[in-house]
Nanobody, 126 residues
Framework: VQLVESGGGLVQPGGSLRLSCDAS????????FGWFRQAPGKEREGVSC????????YYADSVKGRFIVSRDDAKNTVYLQMDSLKPEDTAVYYC????????????????????WGQGTQVTVAS
């Protein structure tokens, strides 16, 4: 599956952005779609993911209550609505997919996802 992210940009603290991840190829073979982010000098961090089968989701503690992940199967698109953005949310955000992974409260590790997009920059600054 090929993944293309969009929707990043510069936003002031407290603002909102919606990221999109357009999937093409054998999308029905992929079960979980996740969002990760990586800030300069830091490791890639799992932000959120969603299951194709049951819509189950996972959110990192740092984004709970502020970010919402959703999917539109008809459009083969996964979204990440980001509200109440903070400067510490600044990072390159990546979309990822895996045919076998199941999103749950146990967490989200980059090594569990097989396919990746190129990333989109999100900068939160005044």
């Amino acid at each position: 599956v090929q993944l293309v992210e969009s929707g990043g940009g510069l936003v002031q603290p407290g603002g909102s952005l919606r990221l999109s991840c357009d999937a093409s190829g054998s999308t029905f073979d992929y079960h979980a779609f996740g969002w990760f982010r990586q800030a300069p000098g830091k490791e890639r961090e799992g932000v959120s993911c969603i299951n194709r089968s049951d819509g189950g989701t996972y959110y990192a503690d740092s984004v709970k209550g502020r970010f919402i992940v959703s999917r539109d199967d008809a459009k083969n698109t996964v979204y990440l609505q980001m509200d109440s953005l903070k400067p510490e949310d600044t990072a390159v955000y990546y979309c990822a997919a895996d045919p076998d992974y199941y999103c749950s409260d146990y967490g989200q590790d980059a090594g569990d996802f097989r396919s990746w997009g190129q990333g989109t920059q999100v900068t939160v600054a005044s």
